[in-house]
């Protein structure tokens, strides 16, 4: 974990605090008591909901637990699943591994940390979420954009049994995955019109931008999905941008998220652009499979799509 307390842990919760139009929270957090630096958190995840934590090389002493209260979660590690139930228990001093839980059922959980968070949970988080969120409605999407395109990228990734390293990465990369358009001129996003080639070569550097923002923030999570932030725009015949990278070239995080990302685009109502039926645009993902689309991706989304 960053040094930086807000990098500690990452939450759902910031769909239904976000937005205005959200219908429920997925995760609820309360302080149940704090002492010297130390805090006990109490957490409630509905079902569907994902916490974690990163592990932080420059806090080596910090002592961080997990004891499961009731419920079911999933733990995401490499090549395997583990569950947690009541009574189990989870501790690192520091944690050096990426944890991800995924809650099957609504759950509840005690987080125990030595260094300090509650105040600080996901600051650096929700100021960057809210700025993307701003960008995305500016460019002509709905508000609920960036969670559409994290919620179904973390589906692709669970049902790929995708580690909780990877999962972290693509959570933060896809829900952040257009934060570099907060550097790309008004006159050039907000346009009604096609751009021309000078300004559609300033509007693909928003991936450039976008990596860079997030590995300026010295945060683990962030740094980690800067180049989900700066793929997601490649494709799979190398026709994509900035770097025109091909096939295993392009990480699979970004390559899940590029393709939701198009899915996205065309089922929306957009300023330039009607809405596509979701029959059309799964065809034409299918059509391009192999060619933009990793095949495998298209594969695991068509699973949870259909």
Request: charged content about 25%.
């Given at each position: ?173 896809a829900l952040l995955h257009d934060i570099g358009k907060t550097e790309v001129p008004e006159s050039i996003l907000l346009k009604p ?114």
């Amino acid at each position: 974990m960053s040094s930086q307390r807000s990098s500690k842990t990452f939450l759902q919760l910031k769909y239904g605090e976000a937005l205005d139009t959200a219908a429920t929270k997925k995760s609820i957090t309360s302080l149940l008591s704090s002492h010297d630096g130390t805090e006990v958190i109490h957490h409630c995840l509905k079902e569907g909901a994902r916490w974690g934590m990163s592990p932080d090389s420059e806090e080596p002493n910090t002592l961080e637990a997990v004891y499961i209260l009731s419920g079911k979660l999933k733990l995401h590690r490499p090549n395997e699943g583990s569950f947690l139930e009541a009574g189990d228990f989870l501790a690192g001093q520091p944690v050096s591994e990426f944890i991800v839980l995924t809650a099957l059922e609504d759950s509840e959980f005690l987080y125990i940390t030595s260094n300090p968070v509650f105040h600080y949970y996901s600051s650096d988080t929700r100021n960057l979420e809210m700025l993307a969120i701003e960008i995305e409605k500016k460019d002509g999407y709905t508000a609920d954009h960036c969670f559409r395109i994290k919620e179904l990228s973390m589906l692709v990734g669970e049902k790929m049994e995708l580690n909780s390293e990877s999962l972290q990465k693509l959570h933060f990369g896809a829900l952040l995955h257009d934060i570099g358009k907060t550097e790309v001129p008004e006159s050039i996003l907000l346009k009604p019109a096609k751009l021309d080639e000078e300004e559609w070569t300033i509007m693909k550097e928003h991936t450039r931008y976008g990596a860079t923002i997030l590995r300026k923030t010295n945060i683990t999570h962030f740094i980690l999905a800067a180049e989900v932030v700066e793929q997601h725009h490649e494709r799979y015949d190398g026709s994509g941008y900035p770097k025109g990278l091909r096939r295993d070239e392009i990480c699979l995080e970004a390559a899940i998220v590029g393709l939701v990302d198009s899915y996205d685009a065309m089922t929306s109502e957009r300023i330039y652009s009607k809405a596509r039926s979701k029959e059309s645009a799964l065809t034409e993902i299918k059509q391009l499979r192999g060619i933009k689309y990793h095949p495998e991706v298209v594969d695991y989304f068509l699973s949870v799509i259909e």
